[in-house]
């Protein structure tokens, strides 16, 4: 972990919590925060139904982001089963996650159109967290580093390197995704380094240097310590362990405990969780507190 870089840890709650079961999550977990949010970007991502519980909870006010698992690429329309950016903005979601690999093995999403919810994410002043990841195969075969490079590609194209510089990257290899096998931590160290590398060649090495790097596969408690020791590591995209309030805080704490208390981060994140000075919503870290509006398994 790069202490010039807020960390991010991410909850991915997939297909779990009904809206009370949300709340209590929150409740337990709010209940052991002490001010972890002020050096670590915590961001909660649960289904579609409980946005809403999560929001009126008061996360924002905790300095808590809330994201969404999906958004279409497109305003309104006939798109049945979808929802919006200008219907996520409404229950106070600040991030979205696009390109997992769930998404883009079981509902076919292309390249095209991660990149086209890459844009609109931007568009709407929010932060995309950006899925990336080979197949065990494609590890096998040798050819894992291009393929992250070519998704890497394709999600960025023609986005300009400050826009750029506002997404999270979550490598997350497919073979380690809810398997309860990880990658090794020097081996996600390396294809974080190569990611940054990628991400230079495509938006320039200030954008690249700004954009937070997340390890995803079977994260734990165990072995959070070992991914955050990798330099080009900046945190994690978390499933299974992010669906119980004590493992998710114990994620929580390590990552706090190794950022500095304020590290460098973009201008957007000033006004504070949920509100940006131009559009209304915050892409980067909170600041703040107690002054913004409500707003943000593997």
Same mark, same amino acid.
């Given at each position: ?29 709010? $209940? ?44 309104? !329309? ?12 409404? &229950? ?12 883009? $093995? @079981? ?13 609109? &994410? ?15 195969? @494609?590890?096998?075969?040798? @050819? ?6 070519? @998704?890497?590609? $394709? ?10 510089? *506002? ?8 073979? $380690? ?17 190569? &990611? *940054? ?11 690249? !240097? *700004? ?5 995803? +596969? ?7 310590? +070992? ?44 006004? +504070? ?14 600041? +703040? ?10």
């Amino acid at each position: 972990m790069n202490r010039n870089r807020r960390p991010v840890v991410a909850a991915n709650w997939k297909m779990h919590k009904t809206p009370e079961e949300a709340a209590a999550f929150w409740k337990a977990f709010s $209940a052991r925060l002490a001010g972890e949010p002020d050096r670590v970007d915590v961001v909660v991502c649960p289904p579609y139904p409980a946005l809403p519980a999560l929001h009126e909870a008061g996360m924002a006010s905790r300095g808590v982001y809330l994201g969404a698992q999906n958004v279409h690429p497109a305003s309104r !329309g006939a798109f049945t089963g979808e929802v919006s950016m200008e219907m996520l903005r409404a &229950v106070g979601c600040t991030h979205v996650i696009v390109g997992h690999s769930e998404r883009r $093995a @079981q509902f076919a999403e292309s390249d095209e159109m991660v990149a086209g919810k890459v844009r609109a &994410v931007l568009d709407g002043g929010m932060t995309p967290i950006l899925c990336v990841g080979e197949s065990l195969a @494609q590890r096998e075969a040798g @050819q894992a580093e291009a393929v992250v490079a070519g @998704q890497l590609a $394709a999600a960025l194209e023609g986005v300009a390197p400050e826009r750029a510089s *506002r997404v999270v990257v979550a490598y997350e290899p497919v073979w $380690a995704i809810g398997t309860g096998r990880s990658a090794k931590a020097a081996d996600a160290g390396d294809m974080a380094a190569k &990611v *940054r590398r990628r991400l230079a060649e495509l938006a320039g090495d200030t954008a690249a !240097g *700004r954009i937070r790097i997340l390890y995803g +596969g079977s994260v734990s408690p165990d072995n959070f310590s +070992g991914f955050l020791a990798q330099s080009e590591v900046d945190g994690a995209l978390v499933g299974t362990a992010s669906l119980d309030p004590e493992s998710f805080f114990a994620l929580v704490a390590l990552a706090a405990a190794g950022s500095a208390a304020d590290p460098a981060r973009p201008a957007e994140a000033d006004a +504070g969780p949920g509100v940006s000075p131009d559009e209304g919503v915050g892409p980067a870290g909170p600041r +703040g507190r107690g002054t913004a509006q409500e707003g943000d398994a593997q």
